[in-house]
């Protein structure tokens, strides 16, 4: 294939050997440490309202009872504690004429005393504020009401002398009432584990019996108080369930004369038509006022947060949640408040998840538009934290969701400038709209989807790698993960509980941001690198460097800013690099690392480096003075350009960063001549979209030969890749982010990509894909196994399955995966030979039902421990949602995660000039069989020597199925221990700046 390359000159995003030389951190007698919590994750800037609010130890312990089944059982010993009470009333009224036995009067004064016992701490870590809230809450009432009769009847057991008190029983059985509607609302943590329709049930029949008991309990104390009749309970509960039934008394007077007979008629008949209509009408109101139409309340100096989404899915609710409240973040957040800001009222599914003990005391549904100033003042906006912009992940208006969203954006901005936003878009070339309103945060969804399945291929893992590096696993999801698979240890389910355990370890691993000590200054990057895994275990794997230059046109040279001026904890004034191995530590920046806890991170901020071992990459430099260059002049020769020398190369950069906006994933060379295919395997007589080699273009054509000769291309495709969409009506957008990572410069060879779908590209995106060697597409329907033998699945190195963007999500079953599942089926029957298959759910719950062997399938793993999950091969857009909420509290994870897809973007310096992008690492995947039987210890220390940091293993191991079958286990291993032995099948993840060799 002939390549023309174009005259415009492009930058080569590698370059050979790149020396950052930074200027000297000022004197100081003193460091400030970093700000860590022990089981927090370390952010270099925490959010604003940590410094004005820390939660009390009161609040803290809230957390812990909402998240452990010891709240669950404190709610059912208050129920149980109420229940007899209200038995001993019940045995209390067949002694109403005489006095009460002492056995009666002594059991219900120690009851009454647990019950206070067990109270009394509850409510004082729940409810309490001040002393008025005693006499403002219901519950501090009903159980004075409820203990005072216990009070009279020990003074004085004989009711003839203190009748008043069967007035006050009542209260008794509503105290009752909702202490067990408590304990029957489902939770994950409850002991009770009700379903979601027997908690309902169960809630609907508790109501009834306890209305017919309170109304009994009155009935009883009132036929007792004045009528003077020896009613027994018995008789109250049978009076009180036939009046509720037909509506009045059953009584012996009956009208004797014509005049009351039609008088009865009349009210009877104007009851029917009278009383129906003013129910409905009733109803209607009712029903107009939203219980979510309430404004949000929180106490005084409480910080909170909003969330503003078009649609509420539970996959992603879930996900955000779960990961703000994570208990890895440490106690700076246990008490914030989420409010959920949207015009619609929750589905049934959403408000089931809502009412957890977890989220129901912490997180407030409000109904109301964000584009509206009273809902906004309604939901204490001003006051915020922080403003969540969450888009709609599965939808054919992706343009329609991206207006909306910028609109909400631009309202938000306009209420207040102060809170910070966070940003999910759908589509890359909607960016720039977002990013002029300076947001915090923007994520793309699209783009991070494809740019990981792209990754994927090239470094299986990566996606669960990457997941689990940027998700919050606490220990006691670790423990409760290993209890989970020890009870669940028997032949059919296929896991191997060493290889469980190792996931497991390399799982609680994450990225935390801390500065590094002063120790390290002067030091080569890689034996920092290597110092702190040996003595720490932690892995530093990038660096964030201060934007602290600029450059001068005049002068052609490089200078310093003012720092009086920088930001320190701004993460908009760093550049970041991955694996920067040959820079210097000046002692100003922060570093990243993979660490098991923020204990260990947080010691690099106070490490004590008194040499011995790591000293060999040891280099002292020369302070630079305040006119020497950022970057050597070699060094931008090799980033594709020196230094800016006139105004012409300053307008091509300005050129070239507005082309980027436009189209965020060109390639990084273009050719004016260059082979392309568009095949299908029906013989179209119609327009065919096909290359212009003349032009740059896209041009119609109809000449068959050109058809016949492009099929014949696609019939010789082999180790290519196969990206299935099963869409009936709309072909994947943003493809270019899919094929992008895969046509770096850095990459050893070309892999032949295939798109098979249903539906057509339009001219428009094709013409993007056209500018990529070797895209193929080819139209078929990945479903049947025809449409896969069009695109030669049976020759595939691999295969990528997209999820139907058109599909809406339902309340009913999750059934939106079932057909990427017969995708996968089809696709693993038809290929004899392994062949790795990439699937996307839209509910991580499914991803247990790739295992292979159906045995394997247990109902109570979870999404975390499935196999393919923990083999990377599978990947939910839901996932996402926990990126965002992590960068709330570590706020570069979203440019550590972009420049591990995309590479670095080009240096804007605080002065407004732009430098090429600076030398940065790419992941590979690389074996280790030179290393098999040694430590890992030995591997990292030989791969440092090479200038390449290693993050993990990617093992594989042979387990025994059911049926004496044997087949491959996968998974990821993060960051293990230097003790650790590798196998035969063992490889390592890497970051190097080009492909390790000699491993």
Request: charged share 20%; with cysteine; aromatic share 10%.
């Amino acid at each position: 294939m002939s390549r023309v390359v174009s005259t415009t000159p492009e930058p080569i995003e590698e370059p050979t050997h790149v020396t950052f030389i930074l200027p000297p951190k000022q004197p100081s007698s003193s460091r400030t440490s970093s700000v860590v919590s022990v089981t927090s994750n370390f952010a270099l800037k925490q959010p604003r309202y940590h410094a004005l609010y820390q939660p009390s130890w009161r609040e803290q312990l809230a957390v812990e009872l909402d998240n452990s089944e010891i709240g669950s059982i404190w709610r059912l010993v208050d129920a149980f504690l109420n229940i007899l009470l209200c038995l001993i009333y019940i045995a209390h009224t067949v002694y109403m004429k005489a006095s009460l036995p002492t056995f009666n009067v002594c059991f219900e004064v120690v009851v009454s005393i647990l019950l206070l016992m067990e109270y009394i701490p509850k409510f004082y870590i729940y409810e309490f504020e001040s002393l008025r809230s005693l006499f403002t809450k219901v519950s501090p009432i009903l159980t004075a009401l409820t203990i005072y009769p216990v009070i009279a009847i020990a003074m004085d057991p004989v009711f003839e002398e203190t009748r008043y008190i069967v007035f006050f029983y009542p209260f008794r059985f509503i105290r009752c009432y909702l202490s067990v509607r408590d304990c029957l609302v489902r939770s994950e943590k409850s002991v009770l584990k009700l379903g979601q329709v027997t908690s309902k049930t169960l809630i609907f029949l508790q109501s009834i019996l306890f209305l017919i008991l309170t109304g009994s309990s009155l009935l009883h104390g009132v036929e007792y108080a004045y009528m003077d009749e020896n009613v027994t309970f018995l008789d109250a509960v049978f009076f009180t369930t036939i009046m509720l039934g037909t509506v009045g008394y059953l009584s012996d007077i009956v009208p004797d004369n014509a005049f009351p007979r039609i008088l009865l008629l009349v009210i009877f008949t104007t009851g029917l038509i009278f009383i129906p209509y003013s129910i409905s009408e009733l109803t209607m109101l009712i029903r107009s006022k939203s219980v979510y139409d309430k404004p949000f309340r929180k106490i005084s100096q409480q910080p909170h947060v909003i969330i503003i989404a078009p649609t509420i899915e539970l996959p992603s609710l879930r996900h955000f949640l779960k990961e703000f409240y994570s208990l890895a973040h440490g106690s700076a957040t246990v008490n914030t408040k989420v409010v959920i800001l949207n015009p619609l009222d929750p589905t049934d599914r959403v408000k089931t998840f809502l009412s957890d003990p977890v989220f129901a005391h912490r997180v407030q549904y409000v109904r109301g538009s964000s584009l509206d100033a009273r809902n906004l003042e309604k939901v204490d906006a001003k006051n915020a934290s922080a403003y969540f912009i969450l888009a709609k992940k599965y939808t054919q208006q992706s343009e329609i969701i991206d207006a909306e969203n910028v609109l909400k954006a631009i309202a938000l901005s306009k209420f207040d400038e102060g809170p910070k936003l966070y940003i999910q878009c759908i589509l890359p070339e909607n960016k720039i709209h977002f990013e002029s309103l300076n947001p915090d945060q923007i994520i793309c969804t699209d783009e991070l989807k494809l740019a990981i399945f792209a990754h994927s291929c090239l470094t299986p893992g990566f996606s669960t790698l990457l997941y689990g590096l940027t998700t919050s696993f606490t220990f006691e999801s670790a423990h409760e993960l290993r209890r989970g698979t020890r009870k669940r240890r028997r032949p059919s389910i296929g896991l191997d509980c060493d290889a469980i355990e190792d996931y497991i370890t390399g799982f609680s691993q994450s990225i935390y941001t801390t500065t590094l000590s002063d120790h390290f200054s002067g030091h080569n990057f890689l034996s920092v690198v290597e110092r702190l895994y040996v003595d720490l275990g932690v892995v530093l794997f990038a660096l964030g460097i201060p934007k602290t230059h600029s450059f001068d046109t005049s002068s052609t040279r490089w200078m310093f800013d003012h720092k009086d001026d920088f930001d320190v904890n701004d993460p908009k004034n760093y550049t970041v690099l991955i694996n920067p191995d040959d820079h210097i530590l000046n002692g100003d920046e922060i570093g990243f690392v993979i660490a098991l806890d923020g204990s260990l991170a947080d010691g690099a901020a106070t490490y004590e480096w008194h040499g011995g071992y790591g000293q060999k990459n040891h280099k002292v430099i020369p302070v630079p003075s305040e006119q020497q260059p950022l970057l050597t002049k070699g060094a931008l020769k090799n980033n594709g350009g020196g230094a800016y020398s006139d105004k012409k190369k300053i307008n091509q950069s300005t050129a070239s960063d507005t082309q980027h906006h436009e189209y965020p994933h060109k390639p990084d060379y273009f050719t004016l001549r260059r082979q392309r295919a568009f095949s299908t395997p029906l013989a179209f007589t119609e327009h065919e979209l096909l290359h212009d080699f003349s032009s740059s273009n896209i041009t119609l054509s109809s000449r068959a030969h050109d058809v016949e000769s492009i099929n014949s291309v696609i019939d010789t495709i082999t180790d290519h890749i196969l990206l299935c969409d099963y869409s009936q009506t709309t072909f994947p957008r943003n493809l270019d982010c899919f094929v992008s990572p895969l046509r770096k410069p850095y990459l050893e060879k070309i892999i032949p990509i295939v798109i098979l779908s249903p539906t057509r590209p339009s001219q428009s995106q094709w013409k993007i894909l056209c500018q990529f060697d070797q895209v193929y597409f080819v139209q078929g329907n990945p479903m049947m196994r025809e449409g896969l033998d069009c695109g030669r699945v049976r020759f595939a190195k691999q295969a990528v399955v997209l999820a139907d963007s058109s599909r809406l999500l339902r309340n009913g079953e999750k059934t939106e995966d079932a057909s990427a599942m017969l995708v996968f089926l089809n696709i693993k029957a038809m290929c004899k030979e392994n062949i790795d298959v990439f699937v996307e759910f839209v509910h991580m719950d499914n991803m247990k039902f790739m295992s292979e062997d159906a045995s394997a399938i247990d109902k109570s793993m979870q999404a975390h421990h499935s196999p393919a999950f923990m083999a990377g091969t599978c990947f939910s857009l839901s996932m996402l949602d926990s990126i965002i909420c992590q960068s709330f509290y570590q706020p570069h994870i979203v440019t550590i995660i972009e420049q591990m897809l995309f590479g670095t973007p080009p240096l804007h310096l605080l002065s407004g000039s732009t430098c090429p992008a600076p030398s940065h690492s790419h992941f590979y995947q690389v074996p280790v069989q030179l290393f098999v039987g040694c430590q890992y210890g030995e591997l990292f220390r030989s791969m440092i020597d090479k200038k390449v940091v290693p993050l993990g293993l990617y093992r594989t191991k042979k387990v025994k199925t059911v049926n004496g079958n044997e087949k491959e286990l996968k998974y990821v291993y993060t960051c293990p221990k230097s003790n650790v032995l590798l196998r035969n099948d063992d490889k390592v993840f890497v970051l190097s700046k080009r492909a390790p060799t000699g491993f």
